[in-house]
């Protein structure tokens, strides 16, 4: 690996400079990230970072930030989407990190799992984070998000598990999610959500678990053509559950 100095720190694996700011915006009352110093993240071994092997340009590349459980708070701050070469993203069951998800994350393409279940993360989500073309992942369930689902969000190509339960959500869920073509999961139930369930929802072949329970839907009819998704097992909505045979 080439030799370390702080330029290239910078232009290699993505945090340099911008870790002061990354961590200026976290308050650690329990000391958990008191390695985040000085020194390359990645050869000094910081708490919750997880780098890649040495690449062909010669320089380890941040991977992952695995900050689970580690009783932050603060706020997650907009150079986290400078860290271009990151696919797990997991700031899960901190309890309190407030503030608003950073629209910056959108511009972290090979990002892979978004993790941020468990904080009070508030505001609307931003249409960038619909930009996120290898996302498997998305969970920001039991936080305080509102505003409306972005249409963006079709774009998601990859994503599997879309998780945002426990907020509050509003508005009508966007017809054109339904071209979602990879989602397994959706979770949408504990929100404020309302206008009727899109029917388009049954173009989507792969689901398998649609949850929209506790909202305010107009009516608790599900539509006839839900009956159609082949490999559904499991549709919640109000006080409605119907389990549906493979």
Not at 65 to 85: D, Y
Not at 124 to 152: R, Y
Not at 217 to 245: C, D, H, R
Request: some cysteine.
């Amino acid at each position: 690996m080439k030799a370390y100095n702080k330029k290239q720190e910078n232009s290699a694996n993505g945090i340099g400079d911008d870790h002061e700011a990354i961590r200026r915006k976290l308050k650690d009352p329990r000391k958990n990230l008191r390695n985040w110093i000085k020194g390359d993240p990645c050869v000094s071994n910081w708490t919750g970072v997880i780098c890649t092997m040495p690449q062909p340009d010669g320089f380890l590349h941040i991977q992952e930030l695995r900050m689970l459980n580690l009783n932050l708070t603060g706020k997650l701050a907009p150079e986290l989407g400078q860290l271009s070469n990151l696919t797990v993203l997991n700031f899960m069951w901190n309890h309190n990190i407030t503030g608003s998800i950073p629209k910056e994350i959108g511009n972290i393409k090979s990002l892979k799992f978004l993790l941020l279940s468990g904080n009070q993360l508030s505001g609307p989500l931003a249409d960038e984070l619909g930009f996120l073309p290898n996302l498997f992942m998305f969970q920001v369930d039991l936080n305080q998000i509102t505003g409306s689902l972005p249409k963006s969000f079709v774009n998601l190509i990859s994503c599997r598990h879309f998780h945002m339960n426990n907020n509050s959500i509003s508005g009508q869920i966007p017809s054109e999610l339904s071209s979602m073509p990879a989602l397994i999961h959706f979770l949408l139930d504990n929100n404020n959500l309302m206008g009727n369930l899109p029917p388009e929802f049954s173009q989507m072949p792969k689901l398998r678990i649609l949850q929209l329970d506790n909202n305010n839907f107009g009516g608790t009819e599900i539509p006839a053509s839900y009956g159609n998704i082949s490999n559904l097992v499991k549709l919640i909505n109000g006080l409605m559950v119907q389990m549906v045979k493979l």
